[in-house]
């Protein structure tokens, strides 16, 4: 049923007329009249069809509301409504006005048994009511099926943890769903009329539109473009978006419609795991090269007892001149050198013997410094911190004393005639799962010292590369490159490690992890 409605006789609107009854007839709508006594007086053709109710059916006003609202509390309202609007309309009529009724929504029993939407209004007149009834169900249920369609189509999309957007051909958006304000911490309201690149870092926009270019099909849709995006907050993160072209009727673009989606926790995971494969082959191949340099050691150390004794014996003998034996005391020298190098290379490859003992950390960093400060620059500052309580290690003193060398000599030479200083920090590290797996340690509490310059620094290249055996950034003939090599091997030895941090211009920190000792 689209429409409904009633009128009535006045001085100058009578149904009785043979003009009134034809318009009725062919109003494309659903009218009818009553009379002052509620008497219905005229249905038109539309509004029989539409309800399934003859005159016969509701010869009244009352018979048409019991059919029609078969629920006598709805019913009960629905009339109260109805003959306020009716009674207003009248009032305005008796005061010189049209006697327009205003609209009543409500929802009508059909004689075939349909429940239909529709709105009632009409005319209050001297003889009666004229209303009309436009019937609303189709569009009600097309706006429903819209709503639930919408609807569905968010719960799918929060449930996928993506959210919707739309950008005009300007690429302004105009469409943002609401989670995007989980992702970027945005509302939608503040992020449209603003474009994608306005939520970019420096340079990131040049880069996505050369992505899209590769990425976009035929139909200038795209899948799959990974780019970094700036929350509300600064936080840089990554997100996966796709796309696909708003068409007009003509078939020109006239807009953009996609998803997007948070992965940064993806690509931190696949950055992880690059890391750790890296991390892996170097240590394969560090290993490898250790078991190399170990053996090479041995063999060479072999020949270096021999040289050794000979020459000792050779040394003894008192006939000998003393131009020989001079030869003799060089030859000795060199090789003690040599068997210097020799207990390096066992030390890379971690085959170096070991007299382990129970000691204290300080007094041996102490020690160590005291050493180490003789031979400082006048332009360079050494600072000392260490706790208040011993931390103990099990350790090779010897061995950790060479690291505590070589870390200090590192950073006194990295001050480059810098003013500055080299601060050592002696101290207590818990690390934790996460922490102690970055560092290749087991979780547990450590010994932590700390040797920070403020030198010229490295890049991430040299970075990633200064634990390799023999990689120097020195000048041919004042490094073997064997030094900081040393120092990891003799850490690894202990179930410890030394992390390097660094940045170019601002200096750089290694770290030495020790397992504290039971007490």
Known sequence: MRYLCTVAHTDTLSIDT?????????????????????????????????????RDDVPTMTAWRERAFPDPAYRSMVAARWDAAVARAAESGASGGRGDIEQVDVRVLTRYGEKRDASIFGLALRGGILAFFIDHTERNRAEALRRLVEQRF????????????????????VYLSDKVRDIFGWTPDEMLGRRPSDFMPPGEPA?????????????????????????????????????????????????????????????????????????????????????????????????????????ALARGDPALPAATREHLQSIEEAACDARGLVL??????????????????????????????????????????????????????????????????????????????????????????????????????????EFADQGCGMDEATLARIFEPFFTTKPPGEGTGLGLSVVDGILHGHAGAVVAHSQPGRGSSFVVYLPLAEN
Not at 25 to 48: E, H, K, S
Not at 154 to 171: K, L, M
Not at 247 to 263: K, M, P, S
Request: with cysteine; proline share 4%; aromatic share 6%.
């Open 154 to 173: 968010r719960d799918i999309v929060e449930a996928t943890g993506e959210y919707v957007w739309e950008c005009d051909a300007e690429s302004r958006y």
């Open 344 to 449: 390096q290379l066992l030390a890379v490859g971690r085959q170096q013997p070991r007299s382990i003992a129970r000691i204290p950390l300080a007094p041996l960093v102490r020690d160590c410094l005291r050493l180490f400060e003789a031979s400082l620059p006048e332009n360079v500052s050494l600072g000392f911190v260490a706790p208040e309580h011993d931390l103990y290690v099990a350790c090779d003193p010897a061995q950790i004393r060479q690291v505590l060398l070589n870390l200090g000599l590192n950073a006194m030479q990295a001050m480059q005639g810098r003013k500055g200083a080299v601060s050592v920090t002696l101290g207590e590290s818990l690390l934790a799962d996460g922490d102690a797996t970055a560092a290749h340690l087991r979780p547990g509490r450590y010994a932590r010292i």
């Open 207 to 311: 880069e996505v539109d050369a992505r899209i270019a590769r990425l976009r099909e035929p139909s200038r849709a795209f899948r799959g473009l990974e780019h970094r995006s700036l929350k509300r907050s600064g936080e840089e993160i990554w997100q996966l978006v796709s796309s696909v072209p708003i068409l007009d009727e003509r078939g020109q673009i006239v807009g953009f419609r996609g998803t997007g989606r948070d992965i940064t926790a993806r690509k931190q995971a696949e950055a992880d795991r690059d890391r750790l494969e890296l991390q892996m082959r170097q240590a394969q191949k560090l290993q490898a090269l250790g078991t190399f340099a170990g053996g090479v050691a041995h063999e060479f150390n072999n020949l270096l007892a021999v040289i050794l004794g000979h020459t």
């Open 18 to 54: 043979p003009d009134m009854l034809a318009l009725l007839q062919r109003l494309p709508m659903a009218a009818a009249c009553v009379d002052l006594q509620g008497a219905v007086t005229y249905l038109n053709p539309v509004a029989i069809e539409e309800s399934g109710y003859t």
